[in-house]
């Protein structure tokens, strides 16, 4: 039997879009307090924090993070080796399916580095958060007192789906 293209082109549609129910999207999502500590004088860096839940059914992947307002973002653990807690960047942190990873003091954190401008008491910053396959969605990280700790109510974001 021959198969034209067209034939084939539907073929693969109906057999891949099955899967295309099962994944996660950014609509799957959510993003819970979140909130960056203010800048002291001199504080070339900084750190956000949040909670971010899952309600797919498949795990959902943060690969990196953006702003305008420092000269990199990166993705940060804390680990401890001989007693001693050390910052470290990560590649991805993944959020399981059907469940929430926090980002928080301690733990993981976005980490702003090379601040343009100190981060001020009471502002709001966008933050882009890139997932794997392509999901991006802009957070507004609330600006929290330098000695703030958490534990905060969940806050409302913007998202947009795009790049």
């Not at 994944?23 to 799957?28: A, C, E, S, V, Y």
């Not at 942190?93 to 401008?117: C, N, R, S, W």
């Not at 990280?141 to 703030?148: E, G, N, Q, R, S």
Request: contains cysteine.
């Amino acid at each position: 039997m021959k198969l034209g293209l067209t034939s084939i082109a539907c073929t693969l549609l109906l057999l891949t879009s099955g899967f295309a129910t099962a994944q996660t999207t950014i609509d799957t999502l959510t993003f819970s307090d979140p909130w960056i500590r203010a800048s002291v004088p001199g504080q070339k860096n900084g750190a956000g924090y949040l909670e971010i839940s899952n309600q797919s059914t498949q795990p959902a992947t943060l690969t990196a993070a953006n702003s305008d307002r420092a000269d990199r973002v990166e993705i940060h653990t804390i680990i401890r080796e001989g007693g001693v807690a050390k910052m470290r960047e990560v590649e991805q942190i993944e959020v399981p399916a059907d469940g929430k990873v926090t980002l928080q003091p301690g733990g993981y954190h976005i980490m702003f580095v090379g601040l343009k401008q100190p981060f001020k008491e009471g502002e709001t910053i966008p933050v882009n958060l890139n997932f794997a396959g392509g999901l991006v969605t802009t957070v507004q990280f609330k600006v929290m007192a330098p000695t703030f700790t958490g534990g905060g109510q969940p806050m409302q974001h913007h998202m947009m789906k795009g790049h």
